[in-house]
Structure formats: structure tokens, C-alpha cells
């Protein structure tokens, strides 16, 4: 039979040419016995079928135009499946490809988890004080900075603790310095068990720790530190069978807004608060003598005065000045020896508030603006705070609380009138007002003392308290000038007036 006869191999050649196949693949039933109809039917089904299929291959993966011809022609159907074949091997150089795309990624996934969390541990190691396992100093003023940002921000509340560890020198002279480790360790047990959820707790210094409270007031901070002095003095920090140690810890409390509106004065407070507590845990003994307390209170006296002294040396010379005047005025006006101690004390410690007033404000060289002013006015309700908890300066601390007010009503903090201030208070606005007129300032030239003391009277029974004025006038026309710069600045006043011989108060050269 030839092709012009319907030869179904010459139609197969014909295709072959077309499609470039040299080697078909012929399906065909077979020739001596007719096909039936079911496994006809079943031929045609797989053909359409892989038709079907190669479509859904080519749709998929987008890589080639299947070549599938299928032929019916004459009950002979003819398939050439090259294109099939080079399909299902694109299809699985596909798959490989997006396995081994998947797997590196996966690879990257966690090469890049190992690092990050490395580089976790590694920020965890040096953020944390080995020690104690707290967090470390660093840690603790970048993180104060970012709560204080939130605090800002959402107008809540934040709350610092400052803690001192007391007598931790104590402790590591008699007992050595791996006991005192185990002592601090201990403590930073104590203190990460004591806080509240979500409190950060660091170990600052030697002996010094501090709790971040965010969303904490003042009485939150408060009752921290009554949990943790109730903590330490139920359980020894350290034992051995012979001894026990139960460790003390002094704590001050500041926060935002009500301690101050950024770091600096948030810890200046906190720190201030921590010093009268250090002081006011140490207390007095009511059986020791006189002579004993007395030497014991102008030792403290001296260390507060020497605390404002780091912080503005100016402030602290004022300071040393004012307090012998108004003692010699105080005694002028014929007050007992105790009233005359008592202020001498608050003059000399007027100013101790300044400990919780931002550097910035301190040491401005132009004047203050609004808000600065009005942080600088807080000094003098903060140095109350410091001092009112110490049994032997609560007088003194109320003359420290008043002595800005004016006898016409038009001071501060209070806006107090003549009598509604402490007579200490008086006597100090006088000889305050005389050494300010009589200093050199950046701003102005220094008054002469036959100036200030015509200033002084010209505003007796307004500014000043007139009683006051005329004793202050006695006094400034016998004293030689410069008399109240002397070092010695407690005795001759102490002599003339009974009280027991001093040494002065922060008196150190420069």
C-alpha cells in the first residue's frame, strides 16, 4: 500500500518530518484482529488524558509549549510524547530548584536565628553585673532614659529607687570580701524576688542598687522599700553557725513628674532622699552624752555641707558665710544657745536642696527661664524633705522650708507672713539678702557693705523682719570687714555663746 493510498505509515512519515521525530512511538491494535470497542475507548482516554495532563505540566511550570500530537486516523492513534518527556524534565528541574531555593533559605533562616541570639547572650552579658546577675550601671541609665521618654509621652507615673547597701565596709574588714560577695549576692536575690512585675532592678556601684518602677507613684515606690527592709530583717543574708549577718539598706525615692521632669533631676532626688535616710537610720543614741551627740550631729551637718560642696562650691562657701552670720545674730538678739545652734545648722544647710537641681540650671550662666526658675524654686521644699527625718535638724528643716519667704507675704514656696515664719527663717533672709548684695556675681558687681546695710534697713518691716534688721545693723558696725570668712567659723561664736566648741562645717581650703 502506498502513501497515495492512505498508507497510515506514509501520514505517520509525513508528521515525523514535521514535528523532527526519527523514532515515533506507534500504537496500534492489532492488524489480524479488529479492536473492540472497549480497549479503543481506553487508548483514546490515556491519549486525552495525557493531553490533559501535559497542559496542566505546561500551565504550572511556564518552561515549554507542550509537543503532544495525538493522531486518529483510520482506528490508528499515534502519540508523540517527546514534548512530554522534555516537559516532566523541566518540571523536575523546577522542583529541585524551588527545594534547593527552600532549603537555603532555610539555611539563612537559621544561620540568622544562631546569630541573632548570640548576639542576644552576648548583649545579655554586658548589660549584667556578674555578681549579682542584675543589670549593670549602663543598662540602668539607657533604660531609666527610655521609660522616662515613655513616661513623658503617655503622662503616667515613674518611680526610681536608690539604694546603699549600709556597712558593707563593715563587713568585708571583719568577715573578708568573699563574704561580702555572698552578702551582695544575696541582696540582689532579695531584691529581684521583692520588686513588681515589671520592675528592672541593677546594681550600680560597690555597694549601690536602683529599681526602675514604670507606672509607679510616689506611695508604690514607698511601700518597695518598706517590703524590702521587712524582707532583710526577717531573713540573715549570710550564716555560718557563729555569726548572722542581717544587711540594713538606706533607699531614696524619686520619679517623674513629681521628682523632677528628666534623668538628671529624677536622680538628683532620689539621691538626696537616699542621703537623709542614710542619716536618719543611723539616728542617736539618747543615752550618750551631750558632748558625744553633739559631736555626732556636727559630723553630719559637716557631710551634708561637704555633699552640696561636690555639687556647687559656690553655693557651699555662701553657705559657710551666712551660717556664722546669723549665729552672731541670733545671739544679738539674745536666743538661747540651742536656738543659736539650731540656726546656725539651717543656714549652714540652706541650700542642701540644691542637691536635687539639674547641673544645667545650677551652673546657667544667663538667667533662668519660666521653667527653670521654677525647678530652682524647688530647693527649698526639697532640703525640708531631706532634713525633716533627722531628729536632730527637724527645727532646722523647717527654717531650711521658709527661708525664702518674706515678711510682706511675697516669698516662697508657702507665701508665709511675719510671724508664720520661723524666726530662724527671718534672721537668715537678712544676712542671706546682705552676703548675695555684697558677692560678686557674673551679671553685676558686688555691693560695699555700707551699701547693702542701708539696702537692708530701707526694707525692714517689709521684706524684713525689723527686730531682726536692727541686731543685724549692731552687728555689721562692730564686726571687722570680712570677719564672717574666717575658717573657724563655729568657735568664736560657740565660746560667746555657750555652745560646745566646733569645728567648722565643710570647712576645707578652696
Same mark, same amino acid.
Given at each position: 500500500m502506498t502513501a497515495d493510498d492512505g498508507d497510515p505509515a506514509g501520514t505517520l512519515a509525513e508528521h515525523q518530518t514535521a514535528v523532527g521525530h526519527t523514532q515515533p512511538q506507534l500504537i496500534t491494535p492489532d492488524e489480524e484482529s479488529p479492536a473492540d470497542e472497549h480497549g479503543q475507548a481506553g487508548s483514546m482516554g490515556r491519549a486525552f488524558l495525557l493531553l490533559r495532563l501535559a497542559g496542566v505540566v505546561s500551565i504550572v511550570s511556564g518552561l515549554t509549549l507542550l509537543a503532544t500530537l495525538g493522531i486518529l486516523e483510520g482506528g490508528w492513534i499515534v502519540v508523540v510524547s517527546m514534548g512530554l518527556f522534555l516537559t516532566c524534565v523541566a518540571l523536575a528541574g523546577e522542583i529541585l530548584l524551588r527545594w534547593t531555593r527552600k532549603m537555603m533559605q532555610a539555611e539563612r533562616d537559621r544561620a540568622a536565628a544562631i546569630f541573632l541570639h548570640r548576639q542576644t547572650e552576648l548583649q545579655d552579658i554586658a548589660s549584667r553585673d556578674d555578681l549579682t546577675q542584675l543589670q549593670n550601671r549602663r543598662f540602668f541609665y539607657e533604660r531609666l532614659e527610655e521609660e522616662l521618654e515613655k513616661a513623658e509621652r503617655s503622662r503616667k507615673n515613674l518611680s526610681v529607687a536608690m539604694m546603699d547597701v549600709d556597712d558593707l565596709k563593715a563587713i568585708n574588714d571583719e568577715f573578708g570580701h568573699q563574704v561580702g560577695d555572698v552578702v551582695l549576692h544575696q541582696f540582689g536575690r532579695i531584691l529581684n524576688r521583692t520588686v513588681g512585675p515589671g520592675h528592672v532592678t541593677a546594681r550600680i556601684g560597690g555597694d549601690e542598687f536602683a529599681v526602675i518602677m514604670p507606672d509607679a507613684d510616689r506611695r508604690e515606690a514607698d511601700q518597695l522599700a518598706w517590703r524590702l527592709w521587712d524582707e532583710l530583717s526577717a531573713v540573715p543574708v549570710w550564716e555560718n553557725g557563729h555569726a548572722n549577718i542581717y544587711l540594713g539598706v538606706s533607699i531614696g525615692v524619686g520619679g517623674y513628674p513629681w521628682g523632677g521632669t528628666d534623668l538628671e533631676e529624677v536622680i538628683h532626688w532620689a539621691d538626696a532622699k537616699l542621703y537623709a535616710n542614710k542619716l536618719e537610720r543611723k539616728g542617736f543614741d539618747q543615752s550618750d552624752s551631750v558632748a558625744s551627740n553633739n559631736r555626732? +550631729? +556636727?559630723?553630719?551637718? !559637716? @557631710?551634708?555641707?561637704?555633699?552640696?560642696?561636690?555639687? !556647687?562650691?559656690?553655693? &557651699?562657701?555662701?553657705?559657710?558665710?551666712? +551660717?556664722?552670720?546669723?549665729?552672731? @545674730?541670733?545671739?544679738?538678739?539674745?536666743?538661747?544657745?540651742?536656738?543659736?545652734?539650731?540656726?546656725?545648722?539651717?543656714?549652714?544647710?540652706?541650700?542642701?536642696?540644691?542637691?536635687?537641681?539639674?547641673?544645667?540650671?545650677?551652673?546657667?550662666?544667663?538667667?533662668?527661664?519660666?521653667?527653670?526658675?521654677?525647678?530652682?524654686?524647688?530647693?527649698?521644699?526639697?532640703?525640708?524633705?531631706?532634713?525633716?527625718?533627722?531628729?536632730?535638724?527637724?527645727?532646722?528643716?523647717?527654717?531650711?522650708?521658709?527661708?525664702?519667704?518674706?515678711?510682706?507675704?511675697?516669698?516662697?514656696?508657702?507665701?508665709?507672713?511675719?510671724?508664720?515664719?520661723?524666726?530662724?527663717?527671718?534672721?537668715?533672709?537678712?544676712? !542671706?539678702?546682705?552676703?548675695?548684695?555684697?558677692?560678686?556675681?557674673?551679671?553685676? &558687681?558686688?555691693? +560695699?557693705?555700707?551699701?547693702a546695710a542701708i539696702e537692708i534697713a530701707t526694707n525692714s518691716g517689709t521684706q524684713f523682719d525689723s527686730t531682726v534688721v536692727e541686731a543685724f545693723l549692731v552687728m555689721i558696725r562692730r564686726s571687722p570687714e570680712g570677719w564672717f570668712e574666717e575658717k573657724s567659723a563655729y568657735g568664736p561664736v560657740a565660746k560667746r555663746t555657750g555652745v560646745p566648741q566646733r569645728r567648722p562645717v565643710g570647712m576645707r581650703d578652696g
Open positions: 555626732l +550631729s +556636727s559630723a553630719v551637718v !559637716d @557631710v551634708l555641707s561637704t555633699a552640696l560642696d561636690i555639687r !556647687d562650691k559656690m553655693t &557651699h562657701r555662701h553657705a559657710r558665710r551666712v +551660717s556664722r552670720m546669723a549665729a552672731v @545674730v541670733a545671739r544679738e538678739m539674745g536666743l538661747d544657745p540651742e536656738k543659736v545652734l539650731e540656726i546656725e545648722y539651717a543656714a549652714a544647710l540652706h541650700d542642701i536642696g540644691k542637691i536635687g537641681v539639674a547641673d544645667s540650671i545650677l551652673r546657667k550662666a544667663a538667667a533662668l527661664d519660666e521653667e527653670e526658675w521654677r525647678d530652682m524654686r524647688r530647693h527649698s521644699e526639697l532640703g525640708y524633705e531631706i532634713l525633716k527625718g533627722i531628729d536632730f535638724l527637724r527645727d532646722a528643716a523647717e527654717i531650711v522650708w521658709a527661708h525664702h519667704e518674706r515678711c510682706d507675704g511675697k516669698g516662697y514656696p508657702r507665701g508665709l507672713a511675719g510671724e508664720e515664719i520661723p524666726l530662724g527663717a527671718r534672721v537668715f533672709a537678712v544676712v !542671706d539678702a546682705y552676703d548675695a548684695m555684697t558677692s560678686r556675681r557674673p551679671y553685676r &558687681h558686688a555691693m +560695699s557693705r555700707e551699701r
